[in-house]
């Protein structure tokens, strides 16, 4: 019997304008839309290699790195927390897994695929880790690599410490691996200066860029190590010195490693030249501004901010306590039904605590900013009066 083709695919591609204010994926720009609408080209065509230069090119400044190997992976960014560990690790070296919400544990569960000895130090519920507590773990279990977001989108927790992290990940003869997916653009972050050996970030948050594309820096010290292994990083796809022949890294004919997708390449370029021409410092500031305002905003609501302390708050993704009583699926989808916003809840240890805005790229702006914070006020509003009639109508 003959399989008939599918009824729905006879109907016109429909795709509804939303406003995303949630966790990310961010909005993109006109110019990165109309970027990507440019037509394809081979992935080893001599236009698409210099578009994929231009790109790296943007990728050491949104790091502030020099790092020769510098690149995209073809994947989201779990395929940069992927590619990290997997070129990093050896069976039995010790990871030491840095955890402020679920990133570190999602990391743990792909350091222990590749064989490693997996550790924890864990921050109290809503807190940062000092550096006490990371000095006493490393004092503590020795690791070969260490890994820490620097933005937990599953909290809303900074770690404002990284740039202390790689001079004493150096003391003991670490890796530091830095996640900077959801931070990058809110906050400050200087790859060289310090001294971080492996640091990916995601394309569609602050960068305003198409997911699929994964950001990603070696440093030279990281590289050695790589280059000096026992035994070849256990997925070929993730094979960074394969990786970065493709991309040019190594100063070595350029190889076909697997397709790259050229439009995201486009989308991806356009979003760094943006980046780039507003400038890191500015970028980094009016993130901070614009959660400033909703902090301010919430305040003023009545409710309460999910991380306690101001200096532990990550910009780009806002964590918000849900009020006693309400239930915040409802209030998502009273957003998302009546104005086409998206206002996501927690995700791991923060499911059904908190409410999670996204102010990142296009979407880090004072009349975003104010226009989230009055449906959020209007549908927690809505769903009170909606419990209270319901309440009224069982006596």
């Known amino acids: 019997m003959e399989v008939p083709p599918p009824l729905v695919l006879k109907r016109p591609l429909y795709v509804p304008s ?46 502030q790195t020099l790092n020769d190997a510098t690149m995209c992976i073809s994947g989201a960014g779990h395929a940069g927390m992927e590619a990290s560990l997997c070129n990093l690790i050896e069976d039995g070296d010790v990871v030491l897994l840095g955890v402020t919400g679920v990133w570190g544990h999602r990391a743990a569960d792909m350091a222990r695929r590749y ?18 507590e990371i000095k006493f773990a490393f004092e503590t279990h020795r690791p070969r690599v260490f ?53 990916y970030t995601g394309s569609q948050k602050s960068l305003g860029g198409p997911a699929g594309l994964t950001p990603i820096s070696f440093s030279k010290r990281a590289l050695t ?51 780039c021409a507003v400038g890191l410092k500015a970028v980094v500031r009016r993130h901070q501004e614009c959660s400033r305002r909703l902090q301010l905003g919430i305040e003023e609501l009545g409710l309460e901010m999910f991380v306690q302390r101001e200096d532990e708050r990550l910009p780009t993704v806002n964590t918000i306590k849900v009020p006693f009583g309400v239930d915040w ?16 809840g927690g995700l791991g240890p923060t499911v059904e605590h908190v409410f999670r805005i996204g102010l990142m790229g296009e979407n880090a702006t004072v009349e975003r900013v104010d226009m989230v914070l009055s449906i959020l006020h209007e549908a927690i509003q809505s769903i009170k009066l909606r419990a209270v009639k319901a309440e009224r109508s069982k006596i």
């Not at 909005?27 to 394809?40: D, F, G, K, Q, Y």
């Not at 100063?251 to 997708?261: A, L, M, Q």
């Open 18 to 63: 939303k406003t995303l204010m949630g966790p990310g994926p961010s909005n993109c720009s006109h110019r990165v839309l109309e970027a990507m609408s440019n037509p394809v080209l081979g992935h080893m065509h001599p236009e698409c290699l210099q578009i994929m230069d231009e790109v790296k090119e943007g990728i050491k400044y949104i790091f």
């Open 115 to 132: 064989g490693a000895d997996v550790r924890y130090v864990e921050a109290s519920f809503g807190r940062a880790l000092s550096q006490e």
């Open 147 to 199: 890994f820490v977001a620097q933005g937990d989108s599953s909290t809303g927790i900074i770690q404002q410490n990284i740039r202390e992290l790689g001079e004493l990940c150096r003391q003991f003869d670490c890796f530091l691996v830095v996640d900077t997916v959801a931070s990058l653009g809110g906050t400050e972050f200087l790859m060289d200066e310090w001294k971080v050996d492996v640091v």
């Open 225 to 275: 190590h790589i280059k000096q292994r026992k035994s070849k990083p256990k997925v070929y796809y993730f094979d960074i010195l394969l990786i970065g022949q493709y991309w040019g890294c190594y100063g070595t004919p350029r190889i076909y490693h697997h397709t790259i997708s050229s439009t995201l390449l486009y989308g991806l370029r356009e979003a760094l030249a943006h980046f």
């Open 329 to 344: 699926k409802k209030v998502a989808e009273y957003a998302m039904r009546k104005y086409s916003v998206e206002i996501s």
